[in-house]
């Protein structure tokens, strides 16, 4: 599974918070956050919650799996 790092990226731009804001807020580094976006590395479960749980959002919806709205992809044949 392919995490989204164009979502995280625009959920963080939405907030207006830079790398090391959101960092602080979750317990983690910029330069991990950065790596998220860039796509260069893969955030773990726990990430995932963390950021889920910040943004209010679905752990399906950082991972590509769902729209903003709730609609699976994959349910849906969109994917």
Known sequence: MKFANDVLKTLRN????????LGDKIGYSRSII????LGKKQP???AII???MFFNVSAD???GLELEDGTKLWANGIK
């Open 44 to 46: 773990a479960a726990e």
């Open 61 to 63: 919806y950082l991972l």
């Open 50 to 52: 963390a950021l889920s």
């Open 14 to 21: 939405e907030k207006n918070l830079k790398q090391e804001q």
């Open 34 to 37: 950065s790596f998220w976006e």
